[in-house]
């Protein structure tokens, strides 16, 4: 019996040790998500590790600390941070790195109430910053004693198109746009019809009849995923989901727009569970539709004796919108459009050559 009770007493020595000793230092800090939850805990490390508070200011007294850890995937992108004590005195400290838990150094403080044993509130509002691992030394430089730290909150700005109703504009020759998912909020639905996460940013633009590539290429390890949809932010009708990439890599799309119809473009990342963030560069291309790409612009053909042959092109054609389609020759849309008047004899014969289309249709009507 004497034995079980050393035994039993160890582990709880232990396991007490433990939680003393819990985010005392860089490699056990606590990650908090920008824009996530905000956290608590005793403020208990009797330890200043480097950099040391001194690097904020001189004539500071260290008494207790704990340490947090947030990254910035998708920025760059400013942050403010706010912690909020029941007692002693409180110091944020935000330090910088150069990978995990290297090239540690301070990069901003704030210790605007001197009071001793007292509620505080301190603030941390940052430029832009880089894409990395950052630490938030929660410091007591008042008594000694344990601090109790009742909030600990990072948040960053949402991107200006991080609603439907404030999509970026998207217009024809737009080439590596640089664009970011990093600090949107996800509490809204993107209601695109594709699975994917509610942390993401819109583009919009009107079609013109063109045919449009747009394309999208993730930055780092971030997957993402592109939807594109018509109508109004009250009611998408789903186009397409691209999801071919992984981390880093390209998503497509190419399709012919309807002359005035709005379109948006959603980018956020594949896991519709996820609220993982990245950053990405988005590109448009456009090709402007044949003079002939519509029944009331058909070019006029005049018949001859001989046939002399003309070249035109259906790059760029839109499907066509009023004359029911062909019932022959499998039609698949992006189409242009002749004129001709029969003559006297009533015999019309009219013959295609060989381009760069292999496999055409004709329909008259």
Known sequence: MKQIYNYLMLITLLSFTHEINAQNNCAVALPITVNGPCLSGSVSNGTDDAP????CSTGLTFHRDRWYTFTVSG????VTIVGTTTNQNLLLQLIGSTGSCAGLS??????????????????ITTGPLANGIYYIKVVNIGNNNNMNLSSLCVTASPPSNNSCITATTLPCGTTNMNGTTFGTNGSTNHNTGCSMSNNGVW???????STTT????????FDHEMAIASGSCLGLTNITCQDSGFGGGTESYTFNTTLGTTY???????DAASNATGSFTISRTCVTPPANDNCSRAITLTPATNCTYATYTTLGASDSVGP???GCASYAGGDVWFRVTVPASGILSIDT??????DSGMAVY
Do not use: H, K, R
């Open 214 to 221: 747009i394309t999208s290429t993730a930055n780092g390890s």
């Open 52 to 55: 040391l508070i001194n690097t």
């Open 106 to 123: 301070t990069i901003s403080c704030a210790n605007a109430n001197n009071a001793t044993n007292s509620a505080q509130t301190e603030t």
């Open 264 to 270: 948006f473009v959603y980018i956020a990342n594949w």
């Open 203 to 209: 583009y919009t633009f009107t079609g013109d009849g």
């Open 75 to 78: 920025g760059p992108a400013s």
């Open 353 to 358: 050559q060989t381009g760069g289309i292999t």
């Open 324 to 326: 029911p389609a062909p």
